[in-house]
C-alpha cells in the first residue's frame, strides 16, 4: 500500500512545484524523468545493498574518527566542563561541546582540502558530469556540489566575480541549491542525531531533488555562450596558515551562531507551546490541550502522509517536519528521538530533516549574496519565500524516494 501513497505523493509533490512554475510550457519532463529515475537508484544502493551500506559505513567511521581527534582539541580546552544529571548525579553529554565544536575541526579540514586544491578538482569535474544530467548549465551544476562541500553562504564567495552578469531566473537555481543541501562542515554534527545511512542518502537525493524542482519552478534553458561562465578563486592567495586560521574561526562562529539560534528558537517553541495548551485549554474548559506543534502537525500531517508516514505517525511526524521549516534542522532532530513513532517514519522524517531548506536560511542566502553584489541580493530576497517553498517540496520529494526502501 504504501508504494502506491508513494507513487501518489510524488505526483502530488511534483504538481504542487508546477503550479507556482514561471511557465508552465516550458518544463522539460525529460530531464525531470531521469533524474527521479537515478534517486530511485541512488536510495536503493544506499538504504538496501550491500555496498551501498558498505559505503554509508565506511563515511560513518571516518567522521567518527574525525570527531574523536575533534574531541581532544575539545576535551582538552574544556576539561572538567559537564552537566549533571540531577536525577542520576551523573555527566551527561553537554550538547555544544560533543555535537557543535566538532563543526570547528571539521572546518579546518575542509580549508586543507580546498588549499590543496582536492576540493575544487571535485567540485568542477563532478558538477560538470551533472550538468549532462540535468539539462541545465554547468555554473549551476557547480554551484550544487559547492553548496553541498562549502556551505550555503560561503558558496557564493567562488562566484563573487559572475554575480553581477547572472541573469534573476538563473540565480534563483543558483540560492536554490545552496538551501537543499547541507555543508559539508555540519554533516559530522548530523550524524550524532541521525542514522548515518539517512543522512549521506538525503545529501545525495537533494542534490538531484534540487534541480527536479527548479526545473519545474523556474524552467529555462542556457546556450553555450552564456554558459561559458569560468569560476576562479576570488582575492589575493592567502598562506597556509593563514587559510587554517580562516577556517578554525568559520567554524567556531558556525557552532556559536547554531547554539545561538537553537537557544532561541527552542526557547521560542516552548513558549508558544506553554501559550497555546493555555488557550485551548481555557476555551475547552480543560478537556482539550493541544499545544502549537500539535496544531503545525496537521497542518503537515497531510504531506508526511504523501511521503509514506503511516497515518497513525502522520500528525506527530508532521509537526517535527514543521518545526524543521519554522525553526532549523537542529531543533527538529533534537525533538526526533522523543517521538513515538515507527521505524518507517523515523527513517522517512530523518531524510526529510537533512537540509538547510527553513525560514532563517532565507536571511542568510539573502544576507551572504547581498554582502558580494547589493543588486542580486534584493532579488534573492524577493523570492525568498518563493525559494523556501521549492526548497521544502526537495525535502518531501527526497524523503518519499527513501521511503520505497525502509
Same mark, same amino acid.
Given at each position: 500500500?504504501?508504494?502506491?501513497?508513494?507513487?501518489?505523493?510524488?505526483?502530488?509533490?511534483?504538481?504542487?512545484?508546477?503550479?507556482?512554475?514561471?511557465?508552465?510550457?516550458? *518544463?522539460?519532463?525529460?530531464?525531470?524523468?531521469?533524474?527521479?529515475?537515478?534517486?530511485?537508484?541512488?536510495?536503493?544502493?544506499?538504504?538496501?545493498?550491500?555496498?551501498?551500506?558498505?559505503?554509508?559505513?565506511?563515511?560513518? =567511521?571516518?567522521?567518527?574518527?574525525?570527531?574523536?581527534?575533534?574531541?581532544?582539541?575539545? =576535551?582538552?580546552?574544556?576539561?572538567?566542563?559537564?552537566?549533571?544529571?540531577?536525577?542520576?548525579?551523573?555527566?551527561?553529554?553537554?550538547?555544544?561541546?560533543?555535537?557543535?565544536?566538532?563543526?570547528?575541526?571539521?572546518?579546518?579540514?575542509?580549508?586543507?582540502?580546498?588549499?590543496?586544491?582536492?576540493?575544487?578538482?571535485?567540485?568542477?569535474?563532478?558538477?560538470?558530469?551533472?550538468?549532462?544530467?540535468?539539462?541545465?548549465?554547468?555554473?549551476?551544476?557547480?554551484?550544487?556540489?559547492?553548496?553541498?562541500?562549502?556551505?550555503?553562504?560561503?558558496?557564493?564567495?567562488?562566484?563573487?566575480?559572475?554575480?553581477?552578469?547572472?541573469?534573476?531566473?538563473?540565480?534563483?537555481?543558483?540560492?536554490?541549491?545552496?538551501?537543499?543541501? *547541507?555543508?559539508?562542515?555540519?554533516?559530522?554534527?548530523?550524524?550524532?542525531?541521525?542514522?548515518?545511512?539517512?543522512?549521506?542518502?538525503?545529501?545525495?537525493?537533494?542534490?538531484?531533488?534540487?534541480?527536479?524542482?527548479?526545473?519545474?519552478? =523556474?524552467?529555462?534553458?542556457?546556450?553555450?555562450?552564456?554558459?561559458?561562465?569560468? /569560476?576562479?578563486?576570488?582575492?589575493?592567495?592567502?598562506?597556509?596558515?593563514?587559510?587554517?586560521?580562516?577556517?578554525?574561526?568559520?567554524?567556531?562562529?558556525?557552532?556559536?551562531?547554531?547554539?545561538?539560534?537553537? /537557544?532561541?528558537?527552542?526557547?521560542?517553541?516552548?513558549?508558544?507551546?506553554?501559550?497555546?495548551? #493555555?488557550?485551548?485549554?481555557?476555551?475547552?474548559?480543560?478537556? /482539550?490541550?493541544?499545544?502549537?506543534?500539535?496544531?503545525?502537525?496537521?497542518?503537515?500531517?497531510?504531506?508526511?502522509?504523501?511521503?509514506?508516514?503511516?497515518?497513525?505517525?502522520?500528525?506527530?511526524?508532521?509537526?517535527?517536519?514543521?518545526?524543521?521549516?519554522?525553526?532549523?534542522?537542529?531543533?527538529?532532530?533534537?525533538?526526533?528521538?522523543?517521538?513515538? /513513532?515507527?521505524?518507517?517514519? #523515523?527513517?522517512?522524517?530523518?531524510?526529510?530533516?537533512?537540509?538547510?531548506?527553513?525560514?532563517?536560511?532565507?536571511?542568510?542566502?539573502?544576507?551572504?549574496?547581498?554582502?558580494?553584489?547589493?543588486?542580486?541580493?534584493?532579488?534573492?530576497?524577493?523570492?525568498?519565500?518563493?525559494?523556501?517553498?521549492?526548497?521544502?517540496?526537495?525535502?518531501?520529494?527526497?524523503?518519499?524516494?527513501?521511503?520505497?526502501?525502509?
Amino acid at each position: 500500500m504504501h508504494f502506491i501513497i508513494g507513487i501518489i505523493g510524488i505526483l502530488v509533490f511534483l504538481f504542487l512545484a508546477w503550479v507556482v512554475s514561471s511557465d508552465k510550457m516550458k *518544463v522539460r519532463w525529460q530531464y525531470i524523468g531521469l533524474m527521479i529515475v537515478i534517486q530511485f537508484l541512488f536510495a536503493f544502493l544506499l538504504l538496501k545493498t550491500t555496498g551501498g551500506l558498505t559505503v554509508i559505513g565506511g563515511i560513518s =567511521n571516518g567522521f567518527s574518527y574525525i570527531i574523536d581527534k575533534a574531541m581532544e582539541g575539545i =576535551n582538552f580546552v574544556f576539561e572538567g566542563v559537564a552537566n549533571i544529571d540531577p536525577k542520576t548525579n551523573k555527566p551527561v553529554s553537554v550538547y555544544f561541546l560533543n555535537v557543535l565544536m566538532p563543526i570547528v575541526f571539521v572546518s579546518a579540514l575542509i580549508g586543507i582540502l580546498q588549499y590543496i586544491k582536492v576540493l575544487p578538482l571535485i567540485i568542477k569535474y563532478l558538477g560538470f558530469v551533472i550538468s549532462k544530467i540535468n539539462g541545465m548549465g554547468k555554473l549551476e551544476s557547480y554551484n550544487a556540489v559547492a553548496s553541498a562541500i562549502l556551505g550555503q553562504s560561503e558558496v557564493f564567495i567562488s562566484i563573487k566575480k559572475q554575480l553581477p552578469l547572472i541573469p534573476k531566473h538563473r540565480m534563483y537555481t543558483l540560492t536554490a541549491s545552496a538551501m537543499s543541501t *547541507v555543508s559539508a562542515s555540519i554533516i559530522g554534527a548530523y550524524f550524532t542525531m541521525v542514522e548515518p545511512r539517512y543522512v549521506v542518502t538525503a545529501i545525495v537525493l537533494n542534490l538531484f531533488g534540487g534541480f527536479i524542482i527548479a526545473s519545474i519552478v =523556474n524552467p529555462y534553458t542556457v546556450d553555450d555562450k552564456e554558459d561559458d561562465i569560468m /569560476i576562479e578563486e576570488s582575492g589575493e592567495k592567502q598562506s597556509f596558515f593563514e587559510m587554517l586560521g580562516e577556517y578554525i574561526l568559520d567554524g567556531f562562529k558556525v557552532a556559536v551562531i547554531v547554539a545561538a539560534m537553537l /537557544i532561541g528558537y527552542v526557547a521560542m517553541i516552548g513558549l508558544l507551546n506553554g501559550v497555546t495548551a #493555555n488557550i485551548f485549554s481555557f476555551v475547552s474548559g480543560g478537556s /482539550i490541550s493541544w499545544d502549537f506543534q500539535t496544531l503545525i502537525g496537521f497542518v503537515f500531517a497531510p504531506f508526511a502522509f504523501l511521503a509514506g508516514i503511516p497515518w497513525a505517525d502522520a500528525v506527530q511526524s508532521g509537526s517535527i517536519m514543521a518545526t524543521k521549516v519554522l525553526s532549523n534542522e537542529f531543533v527538529a532532530m533534537g525533538i526526533l528521538p522523543k517521538a513515538e /513513532i515507527s521505524e518507517r517514519a #523515523n527513517g522517512i522524517i530523518s531524510v526529510f530533516l537533512v537540509s538547510f531548506a527553513n525560514f532563517g536560511s532565507i536571511g542568510i542566502i539573502a544576507g551572504a549574496v547581498k554582502s558580494l553584489n547589493d543588486e542580486q541580493g534584493n532579488n534573492v530576497a524577493r523570492f525568498g519565500l518563493k525559494l523556501l517553498y521549492g526548497a521544502t517540496l526537495v525535502s518531501f520529494l527526497s524523503a518519499t524516494i527513501a521511503g520505497f526502501f525502509l
